[in-house]
């Protein structure tokens, strides 16, 4: 078997063991980890999305994960700026 | 021979991310600070990310997510700052200060704020030094 091929799917594993640790960790009392949490999930499952879709000649897998990782980090910075309020 | 390079970024890709994963899991909820050793925790996630993106052929998409990675983590750490660290714990926002009595050279704020007052005893020891005029009468 390839060592690319079982590679790839070590990182898939792993990322989601990852996913399952930030969903845990989102649980935490404070809504910034909710936040961080959630920002984590996005990025593993863009990451997972350009492994699998190599391997199972997925349509636009590259211009998805893109999109994931570019509207996360809007979505999430926007949120923290809610949060954060205004300067005192 | 760059299947195998690429087999290693990937290999050393997951073992970060596991890495970080154990760690995110590790930490006690109840120790301090636990918000921000979690973002530093995922910071760790992040380089694996753009070092398994390097591995798969991925170059601009690592890029993007380098400069991008640490808005977050500074957008989220500021937001929990200003909101609920602040704000659920007052004693953050004192300093203690520490002064050591015996140091010739540094003084407490309080100290040096007590002699510069008015009624300070320091201005009171200088008043033997004062200045007397003599009032000279021309007509003598």
């Not at chain 2, 073992?15 to 120790?31: E, P, T, Y």
């Not at chain 2, 398994?52 to 989220?76: E, K, N, R, S, V």
């Amino acid at each position: 078997m390839d060592i690319l091929f079982i590679s790839k799917y070590l990182v898939v594993i792993a990322l989601i063991i990852l996913m399952l640790a930030a969903l845990r960790a989102s649980a935490y009392k404070s809504t910034s980890m909710g936040l961080l949490g959630s920002s984590v999930i996005v990025n593993a499952f863009a990451l997972a999305l350009l492994i699998i879709g190599g391997l199972y000649n997925l349509e636009f897998y590259r211009d998805i994960s893109l999109a994931l990782i570019f509207f996360g980090f809007v979505g999430t910075v926007a949120f923290a700026v809610v949060l954060g309020g205004d300067d005192e | 021979m760059i299947e195998y390079i690429q087999s290693a970024l990937l290999i050393i890709s997951a073992f970060l991310i596991i890495i970080s994963a154990v760690g995110v899991l590790s930490l006690k909820k109840d120790s301090k600070n636990v918000v921000y050793a979690r973002i530093h925790i995922f910071g760790v996630f992040d380089i694996a990310c753009i070092i398994a993106m390097i591995g798969l052929g991925q170059y601009l998409l690592a890029g993007i997510y380098f400069i991008l990675a640490p808005f977050i983590a500074h957008a989220i750490a500021n937001a929990y700052w200003k909101k609920e660290d602040r704000e659920n714990n007052l004693d953050l926002v004192t300093v203690e200060e520490v002064v050591d009595d015996n140091n010739p050279f540094i003084h407490s704020k309080e100290k040096m704020q007590a002699l510069e007052s008015e009624n300070s005893e320091k201005l009171k020891a200088d008043e033997r030094f004062s200045v007397t005029m003599l009032d000279i009468d021309e007509g003598e």
